[in-house]
Every structure is written in structure tokens, then in C-alpha cells.
């Protein structure tokens, strides 16, 4: 059990929707990422947030966006939802200056229909 | 950009055996990762390394790191069914720091049949 929270466990979305997912991070990690991983593949980098500013960006559009808040809890939210973003999302946290180990979340399950 | 590319894509042994999975970045990286990935949970650390040619050993699980710091390999022995999931390595994209997140591989899935 990592510590790292998220919810919802699972969400059903339509196309063109938006949608807000939530993390809490661990006691003590004031970096969070996020991660998507699709169906058989490895995760892949969204962004990370450190000291409530993003911080690290990988290939995603700008309709992914998310926030970091003072406790450190985090939100992704993407806007338009497209079918191609129907994947497990993963969050992850760690401590800045303490190796880059991620603790990831049990993840939200969307599905984009 | 950077890749990360992992063989086998899937590996198949009689419990008992043997397995390794492979890992090779297109770039030099200041430490790998691995992480195993049960079927339904999300990806577990299992270990970090950081120094060129190093080896690392928990219980049947041993790491390597190799000379160019490009490549690296998991090996277990004797394999077990509480070993099955998919084994994932990653990278830093940049020469650390964190801030680009980590580069996956696709994985490899072990899969034990009795």
C-alpha cells in the first residue's frame, strides 16, 4: 500500500466531454505526476507538479491540465474528451530530493464511449 | 525523442524457470528503474539503479546495469506464480532531476503456468 490515493476508481465519459480526476498523495511527497496508460502499454508521462506549479510537461495537449494544491493533493483534468483518451490514469508521487522512486496510485479506469 | 524498448513483449515459463526481460534506451540515462505491474493493480518500484555496470540482487530478482548505461536487464530464477505481471523499465528523460517524468518501456507480461 503506497498511500497514494485516487478517485474515482472508474468513470464512463462521452466524447467531447470533460472530466476532473483527483489524487492525494502520500504523507511527506510534495511532487505529484501523471501518468496514462493504455491497454497493454507502458504509462506515459502527462505532467508534474511541484510546489503547486507545473513543472514537467510530456506529449500531451494543452486540453490535459491539472492543479496541485497546498496539502499536495492533485487534480488532471482533460477538456474534449476524445475516444483515444479511454486508458488507466495513474498518479504518482514522490519527494523532491529524495530519488526519482514514483509511489503510483491504484489509478482511474476512464472510458470514453 | 527518447525511447525505451523492452524484449520480450511476453514470456511464457513452466513455474521453476528461468526468465529475463530486456531493456535498452536510445539514450545514455543517469538511472533506470523497474517496476512490476500485477494484472488489475498499478506498477510497483521494485528497485533503482544508478551506476554503470551495477548489479543488484532481491532474493530471485537480479538487476543489471550495463557499461554504457543504456541498457539493462531483470533476471528471476526459479520463477514463481506470485511472479506473474508485466516488469516495466523507465528512464529519466533528461539527466535527472525528475521534472520530464519517466520514459516506460512497453513491458514484458510474464505469464507461469503450473
Known amino acids: 500500500e503506497t498511500g497514494v490515493t485516487q478517485s474515482p476508481t472508474h468513470l464512463i465519459k462521452t466524447r467531447g466531454q470533460q472530466v476532473t480526476l483527483r489524487c492525494s498523495s502520500q504523507s511527506g511527497h510534495n511532487t505529484v505526476s501523471w501518468y496514462q496508460q493504455a491497454l497493454g502499454q507502458g504509462p506515459q508521462f502527462i505532467f508534474q507538479?511541484?510546489?503547486?506549479?507545473?513543472?514537467g510537461r510530456g506529449n500531451f495537449p494543452p486540453r490535459f491540465s491539472g492543479l496541485q494544491f497546498p496539502n499536495y493533493s492533485s487534480e488532471l483534468n482533460v477538456n474534449a474528451l476524445e475516444l483515444d483518451d479511454s486508458a488507466l490514469y495513474l498518479c504518482a508521487s514522490r519527494s523532491q530530493g529524495f530519488g526519482e522512486k514514483l509511489f503510483f496510485g491504484s489509478g482511474t479506469q476512464l472510458s470514453v464511449l | 525523442g527518447q525511447q525505451v524498448m523492452q524484449i520480450p513483449q511476453y514470456q511464457h515459463v513452466q513455474e521453476g524457470e528461468d526468465f529475463t526481460t530486456y531493456c535498452n534506451s536510445s539514450?545514455?540515462?543517469?538511472?533506470i528503474q523497474w517496476y512490476k505491474q500485477r494484472p488489475g493493480g498499478h506498477p510497483v518500484f521494485l528497485i533503482q539503479l544508478v551506476k554503470s555496470g551495477e548489479v543488484k540482487k532481491q532474493k530471485r530478482l537480479t538487476f543489471q546495469f550495463g557499461e554504457a548505461k543504456k541498457n539493462s536487464s531483470l533476471h528471476i530464477t526459479a520463477t514463481q506464480t506470485t511472479d506473474v505481471g508485466t516488469y516495466f523499465c523507465a528512464g529519466p528523460k533528461r539527466s535527472g532531476g525528475g521534472a520530464d517524468g519517466l520514459t516506460f518501456g512497453k513491458g514484458t507480461h510474464l505469464i507461469i503456468q503450473p
Open positions: 507538479y511541484y510546489r503547486e506549479e507545473e513543472n
Open positions: 539514450t545514455t540515462l543517469s538511472n
